[in-house]
């Protein structure tokens, strides 16, 4: 027997009554109503969640001060009483419309990842060299990792290595759709001949990401300034050759070569 997720009685938290957890890891919530919620039943595919503006305004609120939570106290240490308390609302009102902390957590990153992502497609110079676009990449994530969210930044990185069932498991799908820009951005220099084909676009994604997360975790773990411009820039000059293919630059000189010996034939034939 274990139970289920506290409800708020005025200013006092009791515990709902006890019922055993369903088998198949289906998740459960308290059998009980309050005024102005919805019923929670066993299948949260069957919990109505509350709608209409004053609904959207709630989760929004819900979304933001969670934010700021998760951040402070990292996940382990955030607890949706905290929440709760920060909003002025009860426990059960949070659990009206998120599940459980790890459900809000992941939401929380979907959100960040999502404006995140937004920056960089709106910003991104596409008319521009594929090593222009990806010195814009590296600038912008520096950005709003170092300067605009720290506290979700350490988050990220610490429970994106989780092996356990909590969190680390959700940051599969997280991850893919907050890499999908940059593996855009690879496959378009690779058709325009500016990145090698010989190496997996996966492979080349990691060689960008993985030194930025390095970074990412130095200036986190000693609390220092970074120099976001001058790090951008030392980042792509040392990548970019390697992401280059191998006799570009040979060929860029050939056919410099070529354009200089047919401009001085057709000097000598006039």
Known sequence: MEY???????????RAAAVPRPTGGTAYHSRFRLPGTAIMEDNAATRRIPSGARAEQRIRDILRVSREVFAELGYDKTTTTEIAQRLGVSEATVFTYF??????????????????IDAVERGMPRDQSTRAQLAFYVKTHLRLFLIQGTGLCALVLSEGRA?????????????????????????????????????PLSLLRSAILGPM????????????????????AGMVALLWPALQPANIELEALRAFHGEVGAALRKLDGT
């Open 4 to 14: 289920d997720v506290t409800a708020s009685r005025g200013h006092r938290l009791v």
């Open 99 to 116: 599940q459980s902390k790890r459900k809000l957590c992941v939401r929380v990153i979907e959100d960040w990842y999502d404006e995140i």
């Open 163 to 199: 092996k356990g069932p909590d969190l680390g498991q959700e940051f599969v799908p997280l991850q893919r759709r907050y890499t999908a820009p940059l593996m855009e951005l690879l496959a378009r220099g690779r058709e325009h001949g500016e990145i090698r084909a010989d190496l």
């Open 213 to 232: 997360e390095h970074i990412l975790w130095d200036a986190i773990a000693r609390e220092r300034e970074v120099d976001i411009d001058k790090t951008a």
